[in-house]
């Protein structure tokens, strides 16, 4: 069974910054991932992508966090990032962390939050 476990989520003042990641194993083991990607949803909307990252490193925002976040993975530990800089109270979502692994399907991390006060 894949297990995502996500960090980094929190409360921030609109212009600061937070660090999410999301480590990804299979029992126990490290394995092969293609996509990774991040998500977020805000309530009352439907979940957007909002970064994806694929295993050679090419990456695609949302026009809406172009400039300000960066996607990036390490390879060895199955971990992606997602740098978030110059928040906006509009950033505020639960976060997912998303992946898609060769023989294992898509896998949704449980989540963690982000609120951005004006």
């Known amino acids: 069974q894949v297990q995502l476990v996500e960090s980094g989520g929190g409360l921030v003042q609109a212009g600061g910054s937070l660090r999410l990641s999301c480590a990804a194993s299979?029992?126990?083991?490290?394995?092969?991932?293609?996509?990774m990607a991040w998500y977020r949803q805000a309530p009352g909307k439907q979940r957007e992508l909002v970064a994806d990252i694929s295993r050679g490193g090419l990456t695609n925002y949302a026009d809406s966090v172009k400039g300000r976040f960066t996607i990036s993975r390490d390879n060895a530990k199955n971990t992606v990032y997602l740098q978030m800089n110059g928040l906006k109270p509009e950033d505020t979502a639960v976060y997912y962390c998303?992946?898609?692994?060769?023989?294992?399907?898509?896998?949704w991390g449980q989540g963690t939050q982000v609120t951005v006060s004006s």
């Open positions: 299979y029992s126990g083991r490290i394995f092969s991932i293609t996509g």
């Open positions: 998303w992946i898609s692994a060769p023989g294992r399907g898509i896998s």
